[in-house]
């Protein structure tokens, strides 16, 4: 897990050092541009998910993968 763990970090901060040539070969999305602003509305978005990608990578390459997703969907699972 400490190999995908690190492809996911590296694609996060790929995401967030080079959000304007994924602006600009991606385009914008409508979805960051009507929820996130008009101005940098999917700038902003594609920094959030290097972000997130980042925060996934290190839970994955720390071990706690099965424990924080287990957390995070306990919601939507039911309950034995």
């Given at each position: ?26 385009g914008r999305i409508s979805w ?27 839970v994955l390459m720390s071990g706690?993968?099965s424990n924080f997703f287990t ?10």
């Open positions: 897990m400490i190999i995908i763990g690190l492809i996911i970090l590296a694609v996060g901060a790929v995401l967030i050092i080079k959000t304007e040539w994924f602006l600009q070969n991606f960051f541009e009507d929820k996130l602003g008009s101005e940098g509305g999917s700038r902003l978005g594609y920094k959030l998910l290097g972000v997130i990608a980042i925060f996934i990578g290190i706690n993968g957390w995070l969907l306990s919601p939507l699972i039911p309950q034995q």
